[in-house]
């Protein structure tokens, strides 16, 4: 697999070095950290933030109902609010099951671990840049 034709430019900028030179696990955390980078940007939030609430606080805040900062749908069906509920609890999963456990322990990660879990971040990734604008006289997506 060729993980740069798979994922957008800008993530495997941040990947790229630690990707190519086998540090797989540290290619994940970079990968991951650049998720918690568009979640700030996105919801025009700061680190500082961060050091006071927590990450997983602030991602229940951005991303929790019954007015998510981040909104990637728009919320009008019980499958709309799954999907935005959803999407919370994979973030708050992916900070413990993936960020938490690789600083925390040290993680031999391979090529193919990697791959799946940096494409998975930057789907993620997508539908945050992507989500549904309320601030906009027209909410549309995008």
Do not use: W
Request: hydrophobic share 40%; net charge negative.
């Amino acid at each position: 697999m060729n993980l740069q034709q798979e994922i957008s430019t800008s993530l495997y900028q941040i990947v790229q070095d630690k990707y190519e030179n086998g540090l797989y696990r540290d290619a994940i955390l970079a990968a991951t950290f650049y998720l918690e980078k568009v979640i700030l940007d996105q919801s025009n939030c700061t680190k500082e933030e961060i050091r006071h609430t927590g990450l997983g606080r602030l991602i229940m805040q951005v991303f929790g109902s019954p007015e998510p900062v981040i909104q990637i749908n728009r919320m009008l069906t019980v499958a709309e609010v799954y999907e935005q509920k959803g999407l919370e609890q994979t973030l708050l999963g992916l900070h413990q099951f993936i960020t938490f456990s690789r600083i925390h322990s040290d993680f031999s990660d391979n090529q193919k671990t990697a791959d799946a879990i940096i494409i998975f971040v930057n789907y993620l990734i997508s539908r945050i840049q992507n989500r549904y604008r309320t601030d906009l006289n027209n909410p549309v997506l995008g």
